[in-house]
């Protein structure tokens, strides 16, 4: 196959493979983030309480979360990441069916702690999303280069074969790698919303019993 022809379906394959990442997803993406966010799902950088949260404001506590020995224990474990989502789940029931003094004001705290604890993490979540995204953006650029060192090494009749081998050795591994990192990306895509989920069925369980 001519070479001109090789790289055209090179490109080709790395523009399928990265849609959210080049030019042609402009369109989609200014409806979802800068241009370094590269998923589907609409970028929101911080979570809203008021957005799931109905009962009393947290912001008119007078006292912080983690200052209740109880509470504070219950919002690391069900936040931690070695605990699953229905281990956080169960905790939080746990703990809410067993309040009897004070409940109104316990149970505004635990959720002002889960709340703040996994805004934390869904704000680093997103943050390592977006270093994702730059660095496949990178590897395409470097991609680029070797595509034109080889076709210049290809062009040239005084080429060593060696060398020719080698840069196609190179290309090979980095489309390899990009390729491989790119389809994790919906898994990556997938973790802030993951723990907004999550935060969720715990708020539920915390408001069926305001």
């Known amino acids: 196959m001519p070479f001109a022809a090789a790289r055209l379906l090179l490109i080709i394959g790395l523009t399928t493979a990265s849609l959210v990442l080049v ?20 970028l929101i950088p911080e979570l809203s309480w008021g957005t799931m949260w109905t009962g009393p404001s947290p912001e008119e506590l007078d006292q912080e979360w983690w200052e209740d020995e109880e509470i504070g224990s219950v919002v ?29 004001r316990r149970l505004t705290l635990l959720f002002a702690g889960l709340f ?5 993490e869904r704000g680093r979540t997103i943050e390592a999303v977006r270093r994702f995204a730059r660095g496949q953006v990178a590897r395409l650029e470097v991609i680029s280069e070797k595509v034109d060192r080889l076709e210049q090494l290809r062009e040239d009749n ?3 074969y060696a060398d020719i081998q080698q840069a196609e050795d190179e290309l090979f591994w980095e489309r390899r790698v990009f390729e491989m990192r790119q389809q994790s990306l919906q898994a990556v895509c ?3 919303y993951l723990l907004e ?12 019993e305001l």
Do not use: H, K, Y
């Not at 703040?116 to 934390?120: D, P």
């Open 116 to 120: 703040q604890e996994t805004n934390s």
């Open 190 to 192: 997938d973790q802030p």
């Open 23 to 42: 030019p042609a997803a402009q369109a989609q993406r200014a409806a979802t983030g800068p241009p370094d966010w590269p998923c589907v799902q609409r």
């Open 76 to 104: 690391r474990f069900a936040t931690a990441r070695r605990t699953s989502e229905d281990e956080a789940v169960a905790r939080v029931r746990e703990f809410v069916e067993q309040v009897e003094t004070d409940r109104e």
């Open 197 to 208: 989920e999550r935060l969720s069925r715990m708020v539920r369980v915390i408001q069926a």
């Open 158 to 160: 005084d080429a060593d």
